[in-house]
Nanobody
């Protein structure tokens, strides 16, 4: 099991940037595929981005492609989500997740461990 703690959320104006962090502990983080998801009020949790264990392969939802970047530091056991050109529609609680699966996962069912989430609010 991997314990995950997100940070870096907050209130930002449209067009602004934020960087979320997810610190991991527990089983070997460096061999885990990592993902970011988000959930807006009244909506289902949706996929945002995923990274292979090395960071060499990444995958993004169409809604964030070109604006968000997932990266990881396996020495610091941390995965990041850099979010640029934020829009009010990006407002949500953002969660990081870990999975044993080697292939990049975009379904919530593909992940084993979840953080508690961090709130991102984008004002217009």
């Amino acid at each position: 099991q991997v314990q995950l703690v997100e940070s870096g959320g907050g209130l930002v104006q449209a067009g602004g940037s934020l960087r979320l962090s997810c610190a991991a502990s527990g089983r070997t983080f460096s061999t885990s595929t990592m993902g970011w998801f988000r959930q807006a009020p009244g909506k289902e949790r949706e996929f945002v981005a995923a990274s292979s264990w090395s960071g060499g392969r990444t995958y993004y939802a169409d809604s964030v492609k070109g604006r968000f970047t997932i990266s990881r530091d396996n020495v610091k056991n941390t995965v990041y989500l850099r979010m640029n050109a934020l829009k009010p529609d990006d407002t949500a609680v953002y969660y990081c997740a870990a999975t044993y699966e080697a292939t990049l996962q975009y379904r919530t069912s593909g992940y084993n461990d979840w953080g508690q989430g961090t709130q991102v609010t984008v004002s217009s």
